[in-house]
């Protein structure tokens, strides 16, 4: 009972830790983001990796997730014996607010998260980051605030495509077997559409890709122990980051929309 | 001589792991400092709190007079610019090309032009004897290699002090030869302060002015590389010798 106890104790204490070494990682990134201007290059570069090469990713997940919603949607009118005509409005409102920002962002911590702190992390290891630091360079300037910014900045990118190809996707399910046409599909959308919706969307993509640019980035930084560190720190990245996203989607959900 | 790193008692435990237990050296401009000892016991430790990659417990590093504990961000890049560190590994930035990592320094420091840090590059990869491989990466490069850009990367700021972390280790014998021909070609045409650890005695005994024995976190003996020869210290002895028996546990 008194180890279970202490054991317990033991782990929020690093919990709490951890959270807040990340905490002033994000503080320095931020303090950091002065230097943007004269950092472009590493941040094109990681904004290329964090964006471009995720989007045959994207656009595999994007279109399943639309063509699920708009066929589980379709069911559900059926059982309760909706109109099928809201079905664009019902799949439209759904993607866009919800299932693109936080599908998409599941999907990059899982592809992005991972990257950046295996890159960091190896880094770490191979005594890269001493280097840096030896020559006088900041590896947080250096390494973190260009994938904490680029992260920050691509997933909404990549959450406004996501919503294309979803939508895409939702569109072809109910051409093709529930038996609406596609200016009737596509109306619902439009008439449920709001740019605050859109907004409230995007809003919540820009906070999961400064997490996932912020907890790979710290996994990696202070991973030791070499390749099994590295591999650990890898793992962490990206169940902290889906945690830590699934928790403030919902603390964002209620403070944008009120019931 | 002016003294250009002061350590006085410094100590430095990782958990209950005491590594260093009040280390006092002093090293002055120009001269090449080797420390020895064995794997583990320290060294490349002491080496990270002179240009502070690690900061002592206790005590105090001076280098050019500044306390390396009490100075932070912009102020010990400074200090930072004025020491150059060749790592065991190299630690070259795998992402970038030789005349990117040797340019490092320069292209993040803003404040030389493309063309200056072109010709920098050229002329430091040339001391070391690695001109026109600029546009190569790491993976592709030898240890040996990757050692002399590591070189060259260190002396790119024109640094008065080097450190280098086992310069010779993992290198066959001629290469490791090359590189000890190298530190001590840069020496005198630089005119550079240096500190090296090494476990290897044939290149502590061609590089050295004056050799440390670190044993135990502490300083065991220190002299030239003549007075290690004939030092009559047992525990000196063993190592200089590499005997398994003496004084010197193997664990």
């Given at each position: 009972m008194g180890n279970g106890l202490l054991l317990i104790g033991r782990r929020a204490i690093n919990f709490i830790a951890r959270l807040g070494s990340t905490c002033i990682l994000l503080g320095k990134s931020l303090y950091y983001l002065k230097d943007a201007p004269r950092s472009l290059k590493l941040i094109a570069d990681q904004c290329f990796l964090i964006g471009n090469k995720s989007i045959p990713l994207i656009v595999i997940t994007s279109i399943f997730v639309g063509a699920v919603s708009a066929w589980q949607a379709a069911y559900q009118f059926k059982f309760i014996g909706a109109p099928l005509r809201y079905l664009g409005a019902a799949v439209g409102k759904a993607v866009v607010i919800e299932l693109a920002p936080v599908l998409t962002a599941l999907v990059v911590a899982g592809r992005v998260g991972a990257g950046i702190a295996a890159e960091v992390g190896t880094m770490r290891v191979t005594e890269q980051i001493d280097a840096l630091d030896s020559m006088g360079i900041s590896p947080?300037?250096?390494l973190v605030m260009p994938r904490f910014l680029a992260s920050t900045v691509m997933i909404p990118i990549l959450t406004i495509f996501s919503n294309f190809?979803?939508?895409?996707?939702?569109?072809?399910?109910?051409i093709l077997f529930v038996d609406i046409s596609s200016e009737t599909f596509?109306?619902?959308?439009?008439?449920?559409?709001?740019?605050?919706?859109?907004?409230?969307?995007?809003?919540?993509?820009?906070?999961?890709?400064?997490i996932i640019g912020i907890v790979g980035s710290h996994e990696g930084f202070f991973a030791?122990?070499?390749?099994?560190?590295?591999?650990?720190?890898?793992?962490?990245?990206?169940?902290i980051a889906a945690v830590l996203i699934l928790i403030s989607d919902y603390l964002i959900a209620i403070l944008m929309f009120r019931l | 001589m002016e003294s250009v790193i002061q350590i006085q008692t410094v100590t430095k435990s990782f958990g209950q792991n005491a590594v260093l237990k009040g280390i006092n050296l002093e090293c002055t401009r120009g001269e090449s400092l080797v420390i020895i000892g064995r794997s583990g016991c320290g060294k490349s430790v002491l080496l990270k709190h002179v240009n502070g990659l690690m900061h002592p417990d206790s005590g105090m590093v001076q280098v050019f007079d500044r306390d390396l504990a009490t100075i932070k961000g912009?102020?010990?890049?400074?200090?930072?610019?004025?020491i150059g560190m060749l790592f065991q590994s190299a630690a070259l930035l795998d992402s970038l090309t030789v005349a990117e990592n040797v340019g490092l320094g320069l292209s993040e420091g803003w404040q030389h032009s493309r063309a200056e840090i072109e010709d920098i590059v050229e002329e430091k990869l040339e001391l070391v004897g690695m001109a026109g491989t600029g546009e190569l990466f790491p993976a592709s490069l030898s240890g040996g290699m990757r050692k002399r850009v590591g070189l060259a990367r260190a002396i790119a700021s024109n640094p008065?002090?080097?450190?280098?972390?086992?310069?010779?280790?993992?290198?066959?014998?001629?290469?490791?030869?090359?590189?000890?021909?190298?530190?001590?070609?840069l020496r005198k045409k630089l005119d550079i302060t240096s500190i090296s650890v090494t476990h290897d005695m044939t290149a502590a005994y061609k590089t050295a002015d004056r050799i440390v024995m670190l044993y135990d976190g502490v300083i065991e003996y220190e002299g030239t590389p003549q007075q290690i020869k004939n030092s009559g210290n047992a525990v000196v002895d063993q190592f200089i010798n590499g005997r398994a028996d003496g004084p010197i546990q193997v664990t």
């Open positions: 947080i300037r250096y190809v979803a939508i895409s996707g939702a569109l072809l399910v109910s596509l109306l619902g959308v439009k008439n449920s559409f709001q740019l605050s919706d859109m907004l409230a969307g995007l809003t919540k993509s820009a906070v999961f890709g400064a030791g122990g070499g390749a099994r560190g590295v591999g650990r720190a890898t793992t962490e990245a990206v169940v | 912009r102020e010990l890049n400074e200090v930072r610019k004025k008065e002090i080097l450190l280098y972390d086992e310069p010779t280790t993992g290198l066959d014998p001629i290469t490791a030869d090359l590189i000890n021909d190298l530190i001590n070609n």
